[in-house]
């Protein structure tokens, strides 16, 4: 972090969290061993300290990747245009209000190619009866038998292999 004051504040929340639970715990375990209230507070305190000092001895690792400071520049549109061409085959029209950004795709069509990939093609989607019918033909096919094979005589052979083998 930079360290405004608004990250150091964060920072503190954190480390001050952290070390509390550790405090807590220290405080509960010291109960549960048959600790006095005096040696719970004692343990809470000395786990609280010594957890926050070892929080706020580690110090950040330097930025790797250091980003430059940059302005965003405003885009001319040259007049007043309702339109903004970005290529030759999308088109993004914008309203006057400026409330709505309508995505108007204008491929007209796609070459063999071409990595584009239409998803919903209307003349390419199936009728809803065309659906019923692959669900039926799905639902109606027969999957394979999954009997299992009849091992029983390699087994045998095996063991008596294995008895040779051993006597």
Same mark, same amino acid.
């Given at each position: 972090?930079?360290?405004?004051?608004?990250?150091?504040?964060?920072?503190?929340?954190?480390?001050?969290?952290?070390?509390? +639970?550790? %405090? @807590? =715990?220290? !405080?509960?375990?010291? *109960?549960?061993?048959? /600790?006095?209230? #005096?040696? +719970?507070? %004692? @343990? =809470?305190? !000395?786990?609280?300290? *010594?957890?926050?000092? /070892?929080?706020? #001895?580690?110090?950040p690792?330097? =930025?790797?990747?250091?980003?430059?400071a940059?302005?965003?520049?405003?885009?001319?549109?040259?007049?007043?245009?309702?339109?903004?061409?970005?290529?030759?085959?999308?088109?993004?029209?914008?309203?006057?209000?400026?409330?709505?950004?309508?995505?108007?795709?204008?491929?007209?069509?796609?070459?063999?190619?071409?990595?584009?990939?239409?998803?919903?093609?209307?003349?390419?989607?199936?009728?809803?009866g065309?659906?019923?019918?692959?669900?039926?033909?799905?639902?109606?096919?027969?999957?394979?038998e999954?009997?299992?094979?009849?091992?029983?005589?390699?087994?045998?052979?095996?063991?008596?292999?294995?008895?040779?083998?051993?006597?």
């Amino acid at each position: 972090m930079d360290g405004t004051p608004r990250e150091r504040l964060i920072e503190w929340l954190v480390d001050s969290l952290a070390a509390a +639970s550790l %405090a @807590a =715990a220290s !405080a509960f375990a010291s *109960l549960e061993l048959g /600790g006095s209230i #005096g040696w +719970s507070v %004692a @343990a =809470a305190c !000395a786990g609280f300290l *010594l957890a926050y000092a /070892g929080l706020r #001895g580690v110090q950040p690792e330097p =930025a790797t990747y250091p980003l430059a400071a940059f302005a965003p520049e405003a885009v001319e549109t040259g007049g007043d245009v309702d339109e903004l061409l970005l290529g030759p085959e999308m088109l993004i029209a914008v309203e006057a209000e400026g409330s709505e950004l309508v995505l108007d795709d204008i491929l007209a069509s796609i070459a063999p190619d071409s990595r584009v990939v239409r998803l919903f093609q209307p003349d390419r989607l199936p009728t809803a009866g065309e659906l019923k019918a692959s669900i039926d033909r799905h639902l109606g096919r027969a999957g394979p038998e999954c009997t299992p094979p009849d091992a029983t005589e390699a087994l045998h052979q095996a063991l008596a292999e294995l008895r040779r083998s051993l006597s």
